[in-house]
Nanobody, 121 residues
């Protein structure tokens, strides 16, 4: 099982940058696909970005953040990052870290508790 703890959220102004971190416990971190999702009040949770596991480097982004956000991982530190640049008020959400593995051992879909990002105009 994987436990995820996000950090780095806060209150910033439009145009500023933030870097979110997600620290994972447990072994086999490198084998998990890692992602970031976000949920604004009254809205569904939506996909933001993901990076492949098992040595892969492929990344994918939601159209709304492409060119502004960058996801990366440091397998030696069991950590995944989300660098957010040129933030907009519509980026205001709770941001959740996700770890996914489809085959055992350790198969499952895991979530962190979330970190609040607020962007003022």
């Amino acid at each position: 099982q994987v436990q995820l703890v996000e950090s780095g959220g806060g209150l910033v102004q439009a145009g500023d940058s933030l870097r979110l971190s997600c620290a994972a416990s447990g072994r086999m971190f490198s084998s998990y696909a890692m992602g970031w999702f976000r949920q604004a009040p009254g809205k569904e949770r939506e996909f933001v970005a993901a990076v492949a596991g098992s040595g892969g480097t492929n990344t994918v982004y939601a159209d709304s953040v492409k060119g502004r956000f960058t996801i990366s991982r440091d397998n030696a530190k069991n950590t995944v990052y989300l660098q957010m640049n040129s933030l907009k008020p519509e980026d205001t959400s709770i941001y959740y870290c996700n770890a996914k593995r489809s085959v055992p051992p350790g198969a499952g879909n895991y979530w962190g508790q979330g970190t609040q990002v607020t962007v003022s105009s």
